[in-house]
C-alpha cells in the first residue's frame, strides 16, 4: 500500500508557541490531503481540505488564523499551529489521497502537548 | 446528512472465537464504504473499500460485506493480534472520509 509519513510523532511545546506538522506522500502524488483530529477514545474528525497549490478548505468551526496549512507540492502538506494553547493538544492525524483509487492512506499521528 | 454508526462499541472475543461488527451508514450517493484498522497512538491503517451492495473483500482473517445501508467487517478465528479498534467510514461529497466512532476489539489468548 502506499506510505504517508508524518513528523513528528510527539512534541511538547510551552503555550504561545506555534508547532509545525508535516506530511508527506513517500511514493506517490497526491493532489489532496486531509488534517483529522482524534480526542482520545473518539473518532477522526475532520479539520480541513488541503489541496496543492490552492488554499485549503477548513471544516465548520475550524480556526483556519490558528490552523495554517500549506500545501506546496504534491507530496507534502503542512500544519502549523499558531500560538498553542493547552485546549490545542490533541492527536492530529493527515492522509493523502490517490488519485487512481480515491482511498485515503494515513500518517502515524502526532501527538501535541502543550503545556 | 451523510452519518456512520458503528456496533458494538467494544467486543470482546476468545482466541478462536469468530464474530462480526457491524457499520450502518446513510448517504446522499455512497462515494465507496472503507474500513481501516487503528492500534493505540497510531493513524488508521487501510483494510478495504467497498463500493456497490453485495461486493465482498478478504484479507486472511477478515472478510468485508455490503449492502444498500450497511456492511460488516468478520472476523474468522481471530488472533490476539487482531486487537485494535476498527474504524468504518464513507466517503463524502468533498472527497473526504466520515467516521463512525470504532468497534475497540480485544481478543484474549
Known amino acids: 500500500g502506499a506510505v504517508v509519513s508524518q513528523h513528528p510523532s510527539r512534541v511538547i511545546c510551552k503555550s504561545g508557541t506555534s508547532v509545525k506538522i508535516e506530511c508527506r506522500s513517500l511514493?506517490?502524488?497526491?493532489?489532496?490531503m486531509f488534517w483529522y483530529r482524534q480526542f482520545p477514545k473518539q473518532s477522526l474528525m475532520l479539520m480541513a481540505t488541503?489541496?496543492?497549490?490552492?488554499?485549503?478548505?477548513?471544516e465548520q468551526g475550524v480556526e483556519k488564523d490558528k490552523f495554517l496549512i500549506n500545501h506546496a507540492s504534491l507530496t507534502l502538506s503542512t500544519l502549523t499551529v499558531t500560538s498553542a494553547h493547552p485546549e490545542d493538544s490533541s492527536f492530529y492525524i493527515c492522509?493523502?489521497?490517490?488519485?487512481?483509487?480515491?482511498?485515503?492512506?494515513f500518517g502515524a499521528g502526532t501527538r501535541l502537548s502543550v503545556l | 446528512e451523510d452519518q456512520v454508526t458503528q456496533s458494538p462499541e467494544a467486543l470482546r472475543l476468545q482466541e478462536g472465537e469468530s464474530s462480526s461488527l457491524n457499520c450502518s451508514y446513510t448517504?446522499?450517493?455512497?462515494?465507496?464504504l472503507f474500513w481501516y484498522r487503528q492500534d493505540p497512538g497510531k493513524g488508521p491503517e487501510f483494510l478495504f473499500t467497498?463500493?456497490?451492495a453485495g461486493e465482498e473483500k478478504e484479507k486472511e482473517r477478515l472478510k468485508a460485506t455490503l449492502t444498500k445501508k450497511e456492511s460488516f467487517l468478520h472476523i474468522t478465528a481471530p488472533k490476539p493480534e487482531d486487537s485494535a479498534t476498527y474504524l468504518c467510514?464513507?466517503?463524502?461529497?468533498?472527497?473526504?472520509?466520515?467516521f463512525g466512532k470504532g468497534t475497540k476489539l480485544s481478543v484474549k489468548p
Open positions: 492522509s493523502a489521497r490517490t488519485v487512481d483509487k480515491n482511498i485515503q492512506y
Open positions: 511514493d506517490f502524488q497526491a493532489t489532496t
Open positions: 488541503s489541496n496543492e497549490g490552492s488554499k485549503a478548505t477548513y
Open positions: 448517504v446522499s450517493g455512497l462515494r465507496g
Open positions: 467497498l463500493y456497490s
Open positions: 467510514a464513507v466517503g463524502g461529497s468533498q472527497g473526504n472520509l466520515i
